[in-house]
């Protein structure tokens, strides 16, 4: 799969490069308090800022594959975080899943929320998806901030579903599919019509979240 670029006054996504590396570096280490609660970890070996490049190399063999798209934000010429689509899978399911991280001085200046909008726009009408998920993890407003506001419906509870930050961790599931959208997601939240209530989460969950299996 080719890596696009995607553009908008606030933040242009393009692909990963190798050459990525020593910025990434430095972002996730000048900004390690602030991304370590959402970093996703393995139950067997923890990533490190020294294995960016390694995280790289693999990010874009799925992009060769065809099961990833992974791409950086750039914002004001400076690359403040990334953005990956994987699990991308075509045929009866056609659907994918997304994630991404910012670093804390671009937080809460839109720059996440268009990109997450871009990005489902380019997979539903260029690429020919049907569902994009986004899961995540209960204490982290900001992102559960960013599906609301672009009308992601709330889907469900899953129990230990991501190890992140060295555990198991419960998440929140939020979808799309491309017939709520016909118009794009960015446009339609750029113009006000999103609606927020989808993501709207129900206090019975609310309790189980609060309450993690043990």
């Given at each position: 799969m080719s890596l696009p670029t995607l553009k908008h006054p606030l933040v242009t996504l393009r692909g990963v490069r190798l050459r990525d590396t020593k910025a990434?570096?430095?972002?996730?280490?000048?900004?390690?308090?602030?991304?370590?609660?959402?970093?996703?970890t393995t139950p067997v070996l923890r990533l490190t800022p020294n294995d960016t490049k390694s995280s790289i190399?693999?990010?874009?063999?799925?992009?060769?594959?065809?099961?990833?798209?992974?791409?950086?934000?750039?914002?004001?010429?400076?690359?403040?975080?990334?953005?990956?689509?994987?699990?991308?899978?075509?045929?009866?399911?056609?659907?994918?899943?997304?994630?991404y991280w910012v670093v804390e001085s671009a937080a809460g200046k839109g720059i996440t929320t268009r990109a997450v909008a871009m990005v489902t726009d380019f997979l539903f009408f260029e690429r020919g998806l049907h569902r994009m998920e986004i899961c995540i993890k209960p204490e982290n407003t900001a992102s559960l901030r960013i599906v609301a506001k672009l009308g992601f419906r709330y889907e469900g509870l899953r129990r230990r579903y991501i190890h992140i930050n060295g555990r198991w961790a419960d998440h929140f599931c939020f979808a799309l599919v491309s017939e709520e959208v016909r118009g794009g997601v960015l446009a339609r939240f750029e113009e006000g019509r999103a609606r927020q209530d989808a993501a709207a989460i129900p206090d019975l969950d609310w309790v189980k979240a609060r309450n993690p299996l043990t």
């Amino acid at each position: 799969m080719s890596l696009p670029t995607l553009k908008h006054p606030l933040v242009t996504l393009r692909g990963v490069r190798l050459r990525d590396t020593k910025a990434l570096e430095t972002a996730l280490s000048r900004d390690r308090a602030w991304l370590e609660p959402w970093e996703a970890t393995t139950p067997v070996l923890r990533l490190t800022p020294n294995d960016t490049k390694s995280s790289i190399r693999g990010l874009l063999k799925q992009a060769k594959d065809g099961s990833g798209l992974p791409f950086v934000m750039v914002h004001d010429g400076e690359i403040v975080g990334q953005l990956n689509v994987s699990q991308i899978v075509y045929g009866s399911l056609s659907s994918a899943t997304l994630g991404y991280w910012v670093v804390e001085s671009a937080a809460g200046k839109g720059i996440t929320t268009r990109a997450v909008a871009m990005v489902t726009d380019f997979l539903f009408f260029e690429r020919g998806l049907h569902r994009m998920e986004i899961c995540i993890k209960p204490e982290n407003t900001a992102s559960l901030r960013i599906v609301a506001k672009l009308g992601f419906r709330y889907e469900g509870l899953r129990r230990r579903y991501i190890h992140i930050n060295g555990r198991w961790a419960d998440h929140f599931c939020f979808a799309l599919v491309s017939e709520e959208v016909r118009g794009g997601v960015l446009a339609r939240f750029e113009e006000g019509r999103a609606r927020q209530d989808a993501a709207a989460i129900p206090d019975l969950d609310w309790v189980k979240a609060r309450n993690p299996l043990t």
